[in-house]
C-alpha cells in the first residue's frame, strides 16, 4: 500500500454495477466486507457522500488521508448504525448529549463526545480526547455500517479542498482509482454537511460547525445556542463568526503541505497568514479542527458580496464586468431568484432564495459545473444567515477563502 503508483490507480469499483439498476443485498454486502477488510469505500448520506473505513484500523484510517490529500491534523467524524455502538467507543452520555441524540439522530448532527480511550484509531480523532459522532438518516449509510460490524470514520468523499460530492459522480471525479469502491445512492438530500456540536452545559450546545441541523431547530429542542467563535470577539455577522481565528486564507493550510506530525502544536500554532480579525482575536484554538482549512473551494477564485440585495447585485456587475473587460472568464453564483438580471460568461442560480434548502443541495454541484465551465473568477451572492443560510454562508466563505465583502 505504499507503492504510489498503486494508491493512484486502483481499480474503484462500483455498486450497484447495472446501470440504472437498484442496490442488491450481494453488493451491499461486498462493499461492507471491503470495508470490514480495512479498503476505503466511499457511501451516501443524506448530507454528503463520505469516505468510509474502519475507525478501529489505523491502517484503514491511513488509506482514507491518502486517497483524500487530508491534513493530518484534522480529525474525522465516525459513523454509527444504531445506539448500541456507542458503547465501548464513548464515556456514557450526559443528560443533553443524550436529548440530542435522541431528538435528532438518525440526521445531520454531529456530538463531539468524550472517547474511551483506544476505541478508535487515533488517526480518527488527531489525538483528541474526543470522538465526533454521528448517527446518519440515509438507509444505504445505516444498511451498509449494520453489515461492516464496525464505527466506520468517514470524512467527505472529496479530495481536501475541493466542494463535498454530492452525487456518486463527484466522488469518481475526485477519487476514481484511489479507493476501494464507491456506493451510488442517488443525490444526497440536504447538500452541506452535518452540524458539528458539543454541549456547553445542561441545555446549551455549542455550534463548531454549522450545517443540516440549523440554530432555530435546536432552539426549538430546548437548547441555547453558542456559536464557536462566542467570546472570541463575536461578530455582527454570524457566518463570519466560524471564521475568527481559522486561518481560512486563499491556498492557505490546505492539503499535503500542512501534515503535522503533533496535533497539539499544530492546533496551538498560529495560522501563518491569518486575517488581520484573527490576529486580533483572543488566540484560541479552533475546536473543530477542520474549520481552520480553506476548504470546498472551486478551482477559479471566488469572492463572496453579502448585504443589501440591490447593491450586491449591482457591485456584483461591476466587478464582473470590470474583470471581463480583463479578458477573465467570469462566472457569477446567483439564485432563481437574481440570474436573469446577471450578463457574464457563466451565470448559475444555486437554487432559489425563497427555499434555502435547494440552495443547500445545489451548492457544491454549482461550484464543480463552475469548475467544468472554466470559470477563472467567480463572484458569489451572500443569502441570509436564518435557517441553513446559516451553513450556506459558511461555506460560501470557506469556498470563497475568506474573501467576503459586506454592504448593507
Ligand atoms: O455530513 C457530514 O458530517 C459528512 C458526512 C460524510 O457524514 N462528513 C464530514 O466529515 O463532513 P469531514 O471530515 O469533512 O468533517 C469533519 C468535521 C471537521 O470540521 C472536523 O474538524 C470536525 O468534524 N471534528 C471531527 N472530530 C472532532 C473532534 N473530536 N472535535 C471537534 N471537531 C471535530
Ligand atoms: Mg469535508
Not at 123 to 138: N, Q, S, W
Not at 371 to 389: F, L, Q, S, Y
Request: aromatic share 4%; proline share 7%; net charge negative.
Amino acid at each position: 500500500m505504499s507503492d504510489k503508483l498503486h494508491e493512484t490507480n486502483r481499480p474503484t469499483k462500483r455498486w450497484p454495477s447495472a446501470e440504472g439498476g437498484a442496490l442488491t443485498e450481494a453488493e451491499l454486502n461486498e462493499a461492507a466486507a471491503l470495508l470490514a477488510a480495512g479498503e476505503t469505500v466511499a457511501f451516501p448520506t443524506e448530507t454528503v457522500y463520505g469516505l468510509g473505513a474502519d475507525a478501529r484500523s489505523t491502517e484503514a484510517v491511513e488509506q482514507v488521508f491518502r486517497a483524500k490529500g487530508r491534513p493530518s491534523d484534522n480529525p474525522l467524524i465516525v459513523h454509527i448504525a444504531g445506539m448500541e455502538q456507542l458503547r465501548g467507543l464513548v464515556r456514557p452520555l450526559g443528560e443533553a448529549e443524550r436529548r440530542l441524540a435522541e431528538r435528532f439522530w438518525p440526521g445531520p448532527l454531529t456530538l463531539v463526545l468524550r472517547a474511551v480511550p483506544g476505541a478508535v484509531s487515533p488517526r480518527v480523532t488527531a489525538g483528541l480526547d474526543t470522538v465526533a459522532v454521528r448517527m446518519p438518516d440515509h438507509e444505504v449509510a445505516l444498511r451498509l455500517i449494520r453489515a461492516a460490524g464496525c464505527p466506520v470514520a468517514a470524512p467527505s468523499a472529496n479530495r481536501s479542498g475541493r466542494p463535498s460530492p454530492t452525487a456518486a459522480q463527484h466522488v469518481q471525479e475526485d477519487l476514481g482509482g484511489r479507493i476501494a469502491g464507491i456506493v451510488d445512492g442517488g443525490p444526497t438530500g440536504v447538500g452541506l454537511e452535518s452540524t458539528v456540536v458539543e454541549c456547553a452545559g445542561p441545555d446549551s450546545v455549542r455550534i463548531l460547525r454549522p450545517g443540516g441541523v440549523t440554530p432555530e431547530q435546536l432552539r426549538a429542542a430546548g437548547f441555547k445556542v453558542l456559536l464557536e467563535a462566542d467570546g472570541a470577539g463575536g461578530h455582527a455577522d454570524p457566518a463570519q463568526a466560524f471564521e475568527e481565528g481559522m486561518g481560512s486564507s486563499p491556498g492557505g493550510a490546505s492539503g499535503e503541505g500542512a501534515l503535522a506530525r503533533d496535533a497539539a502544536a499544530k492546533l496551538a500554532e498560529a495560522p501563518p497568514t491569518a486575517p488581520a480579525s484573527a490576529a486580533a482575536a483572543p488566540a484560541a484554538a479552533p475546536r473543530s479542527p477542520g474549520m481552520k482549512y480553506a476548504h470546498y473551494a472551486p478551482r477559479g477564485e471566488m469572492r463572496l458580496i453579502a448585504g443589501d440585495r440591490e447593491r450586491v447585485r449591482a457591485a456584483v456587475q461591476a466587478a464582473a464586468d470590470e474583470a471581463r473587460g480583463r479578458g477573465r472568464r467570469v462566472g457569477i453564483l446567483a439564485y432563481e431568484e437574481t440570474a436573469a438580471a446577471y450578463r457574464a460568461d457563466i451565470v448559475l442560480a444555486c437554487g432559489s432564495l425563497a427555499a434555502p434548502e435547494t440552495a443547500a443541495q445545489s451548492l457544491y454541484a454549482v461550484l464543480r459545473e463552475f469548475d467544468e465551465r472554466g470559470a477563472e473568477v467567480i463572484w458569489a451572492e451572500g443569502c441570509p444567515t436564518d435557517g441553513i443560510g446559516l451553513a450556506l454562508m459558511n461555506r460560501l466563505s470557506k469556498a470563497a477563502g475568506g474573501r467576503v465583502e459586506h454592504i448593507d
